[in-house]
């Protein structure tokens, strides 16, 4: 095994779990395990949450500026061994390294704008809100916040939180996947290098039971989460019930819409990226792709085009360089994937494309691998148009006009993201105006949200007040403390 | 040599025309004591080309970019060719100039097929593939100047 069983990381000490139940981590592009994961014990998680527990106080009288300066040091190490991170997360993951640079490069942008937190975090004040009276606000931090991050951008995720709550005072508990945990394993090797103080950042790994022992932990003051719409329900009832704060986001079904006017070459190139990067497992994947107008002419050249340019993607180990789309991360992701393109040719959707019969560049293991597959003439009823299916396939459907593709996406219960292509801006107005999802693009097909914005979501895609990354993140990592002064 | 589409496969081409064409510029230097002074700014600029492409990609590439998708028609098959010791500056000056004339199409088709969905790469190569046109220029002057007399 290339990396062993990985270790907690509990008040800034590399230690062994106890647990005797494990899971094992498999590079799912070649099929081989690579390492093992621990489902650690109630003890473990609660011995992390102590840890950073007692290391609260100190790390709150520790001055942003100088809390900031351990940002700027992970920020070096991250960069120097940027190419180190990428590829440990394609081996995990199996996602091309293209897309782990990407997911680097993001990691990366969230710390360079969480250690701006000397800025971020300044209150407000007035003087004289009656003669001799002051008013001002201070952002003070909680205390421990706790991460349960997705299997889909193991690296990234976590960093849309971690370094606003610990910049901001904070301290912090993880619980990275089971199924992809290597990736936070270096990033705290890189933190531990950065001389960070014992117990702020601490690693807990396991599956649905520390989770949800971290959920109910008293201690905790909230908890991220990003995953499925059904977990997302009960991380955010849970924490509501137990009086934490908590980011929740949940799944998606995101749709992309190709106006009359669309430049088809361009829409297409982008659209692939959007269907069927990272395997079409991420929540901003698009799902449906809807052709507005009568012009049966206009939808058979998009959906030729489409097709040939699915039909031509490489699929084949992440690591080499001219692959496009590398594997599902796992076997069982990968059958949940070939349920719903058998229930969409139940359902009498026509599969134009069926990624079922696979090809593959270099003699690889098909376990884990499946090509791109469109559906086209798809109904709106249909499972494969409502469920969120995070796998390579791509539903192409047809509305009338603006509108009925706007009803369409108002009809699904997910807000995650929506798309409109269109060389007319009176639309793309409408559009941005109308649709009601937590992010928009205009001529984009993964509307990824960069650091020092938000990464919205509406509806079944996310449950709380204040998103992930820039702002919004540190307005969740702090607490408003309002004070009233008069002298005498 | 298949077609290139991913960012990461012609980035890597990049760094290999440029590097391996540095290498190859230095070597004729040193053959050649006429073409040293040029010949070794050509090696020092290509190394800077490698670093600014490079660069370019490594700062926008990010999980909202289709860097899987951003080239069209791309062939990553540029060879640099190995030193022939006997071969006479006139005879090295043409070589030159085949091979950057190569390397100028290679830019411009990645810049143009890029700009679209990678336009922070495609403005990079698009100022290197005019560069490339000067050093042509230059090249082929040197070359029409009597330079085996």
Redesign the interface.
Known sequence: MEFGRVKNFIDGEWMESEAKETWQIRNPALDIVIGEVPMSTDAEVDAAVRSAKAAFPEWRRTPPVSRARYLHRLIQLLEAR?EDMSVVQTKEHGK????S???T??GI?NCEVAAGIPSLMMGDSLQDIASGIDEYVIREPLGVFACIPPFN?PF?VPLWFLPYAIAAGNTFVIKPSPNDPLSQVKLHELLEETGIPEGVVNIVHGGAKVAERLMKHEDLKGVTFVGSTPIARVVYRTCGETGKRVIAQGGAKNFLVVMPDADLD?TV??M??SFY??AGQ?C?SGANAVVVGKDNGFYKRFVEAFVEAARKI?VGNGLE?????GPLQSKGKKERVLGYIEKGVAEGARLALDGRKICLQGNLPQTCFLNPSVFVDVGQEMAIATEEIFGPVACLMRAEDMDQAIDMIHASPFGNAASIYTANGGWAREFEYKVQTGNIGIN?????P?AFFPFSGMKDSFFGITHGQGKDAVRFFTENKVVIRRWY | M?E??????VI?HVSKIELDSAKLYEQWGKLHEKLRDSFEAFAKANRKNEQRVKRAY?????????????F?EIRADIVIPEVSKGASVSEVLNRAVALEKEIREFYGKAANSSR??LADVSRQMEKVSQERTKRVEQLQSMAASNPDS
């Open positions: 940027f091309t390294i293209d897309e640079r990407g997911e490069r993001r942008e951008f990234m361009f190139a982008s692939m990226t990067g990272n991420r901003l490489k360089e001219g692959i496009q789309m984009i097909g993964i509307v990824a960069m | 298949m290139c589409t991913t960012a990461a496969s890597t490594y700062s926008v590439v990010s999980d909202a970019l289709e860097t899987g998708f951003c069209k679209a969905l």
